[in-house]
Nanobody
Framework: QVQLVESGGGLVQPGGSLRLSCAAS????????MGWYRQAPGKERELVAS???????SYADSVKGRFTISRDNAKNTVSLQMNSLKPEDTAVYFC???????????????WGQGTQVIVSS
């Protein structure tokens, strides 16, 4: 069993910054990718940023140049530094990981519970 726990959400003014963090807990597993999704009210969940073994990082066009994802493979953690925040960044942000049991060859998706980010003056 693997669980993801997010932290760092909150209320920030436009132009401000927040840093989200996510930690995977458990034992007997490996992670090949970690990332962040978000879901705004009335909208579909969308990929914000991700980091994949052997592939590096990927960002949504809407956050390029403003957000930075950082993954620590040894600690099974991932963070998202969000700068120059805009009201349209308001959403629930979810941590995501592609996980496999050690000695298995198949991966499955694990999701965090979500953390609220509100960008408003």
């Amino acid at each position: 069993q693997v669980q993801l726990v997010e932290s760092g959400g909150g209320l920030v003014q436009p132009g401000g910054s927040l840093r989200l963090s996510c930690a995977a807990s458990g034992s007997g597993f490996n992670i090949r990718a970690m990332g962040w999704y978000r879901q705004a009210p009335g909208k579909e969940r969308e990929l914000v940023a991700s980091n994949t073994d052997g592939r590096g990082t990927s960002y949504a066009d809407s956050v390029k140049g403003r957000f930075t994802i950082s993954r620590d493979n040894a600690k099974n953690t991932v963070s998202l530094q969000m700068n120059s925040l805009k009201p349209e960044d308001t959403a629930v942000y979810f941590c995501n990981a592609a996980v496999r049991r050690r000695y298995d060859n198949w991966y499955f998706e694990v999701w965090g519970q979500g953390t609220q980010v509100i960008v408003s003056s």
